[in-house]
């Protein structure tokens, strides 16, 4: 069951999988099922990896048929190392002028990796391939190796690499939207609300010419110094959260930081539509998070709609729920007409 707040204006398939430098091509046989959709009621996420790269079973059985999955692509070298991305690209009569999703993956800015999500979002996967997006899927510097704001210049570098890359794999990245869970929510708010515009230097900054027509959040922080203030016993100065790892400081004693990090700072009218996902039994992230950026798109006129999920924890499996994929589906399409 779920409680909504108005905006303000099949069948398993066994697929011979040709493994090409990099990607893995689906191509379904004549006969077979794929496994049935419906609700995933079931929990929090655990904390056990999953490796960055999905693997032959899980495109099988999990995807539409006919998906092609490239993975591992290198999208930028900083610090020494390599960041990939994955890029799903549906099975269509033409493959050009895709529109794009790009899904940002949690993990509390520390752990994740750019597969772990999909193992839990799977039918949503699936749903917006069907619905003819290409979907890309990108790693970050997580908060153990740079703090912030490496996260969101990662980002940035991403959708310029995809934009760069467009006619290669036939996207229009004029018709953008970015979404993702927790950690992965935040960042994706802040890339809608156009942070990176302050927070990156010309010098990382690709010249930028696409366009996000959307976010979809799914209970991300959004301000991380209201954030701070569920943590009733702390030190602040040796601080360990999440939020304080992310920023390399806690919040209370960085505030500027804190703020810089917070995508309700950078809120306008020109932000493009929202759709927020929250449970309302979330102690990790608490609602008032999603509830105060609902709040602060709305008072700048900006389309937004918070979908409170009823007695879902945080990364409950029930947001995979055909119900909220459905939601999701519309929201996207009717962004990218």
Request: charged share 25%.
């Amino acid at each position: 069951m779920s409680m909504l707040i108005p905006p303000v204006l099949p069948v398993r398939i066994a697929m011979l999988l040709v493994v090409t430098a990099g990607s893995l091509l689906a191509q379904p046989p004549e006969t077979g099922q794929r496994r049935q959709r419906g609700e995933r009621r079931g929990g929090q996420r655990t904390r056990t990896e999953v490796p960055p790269v999905l693997d032959e079973e899980f495109i099988r059985t999990r995807l539409p048929a006919g998906v092609r999955y490239i993975s591992d692509i290198v999208y930028r070298n900083v610090d020494g190392s390599e960041l990939k991305l994955d890029l799903f690209l549906p099975d269509a009569d033409s493959t050009s002028g895709l529109p794009l999703a790009v899904w940002i993956h949690g993990g509390a800015w520390m752990r994740g990796n750019k597969a772990r999500d999909f193992h839990r979002y799977d039918q949503l996967a699936a749903r917006i391939l069907e619905d003819g997006f290409a979907l890309a899927s990108i790693e970050y510097r997580l908060s153990g190796t740079a703090t912030f704001p490496a996260q969101i210049e990662d980002c940035t570098a991403a959708l310029g690499f995809l934009h760069r890359n467009r006619k290669k794999y036939g996207l229009d990245t004029g018709r953008v939207v970015v979404m993702g869970t927790s950690a992965g929510g935040h960042l994706a708010s802040l890339v809608g609300t156009g942070a990176a515009a302050r927070l990156v230097p010309d010098s990382e900054r690709t010249q930028q010419e696409w366009t996000i027509r959307g976010v979809v959040n799914f209970y991300g922080p959004s301000d991380l110094i209201l954030l701070q203030g569920k943590r009733d016993d702390i030190n602040y100065d040796e601080d360990r959260s999440p939020e304080a790892r992310l920023l390399g400081h806690s919040p209370l004693i960085r505030p500027d930081l804190a703020k810089a990090a917070s995508p309700t700072t950078y809120v306008s009218r020109t932000s493009p539509p929202f759709l927020i996902f929250h449970g309302d039994a979330d102690t990790r992230v608490p609602i008032t998070q999603s509830v105060l950026l609902d709040a602060w798109l709305r008072v700048h006129g900006v389309q937004s709609r918070l979908v409170v999920v009823e007695g879902a924890r945080h990364g409950d499996q029930m947001f995979d729920d055909m119900q909220y994929v459905e939601q999701v589906s519309e929201f996207v399409r009717s962004v990218t007409e």
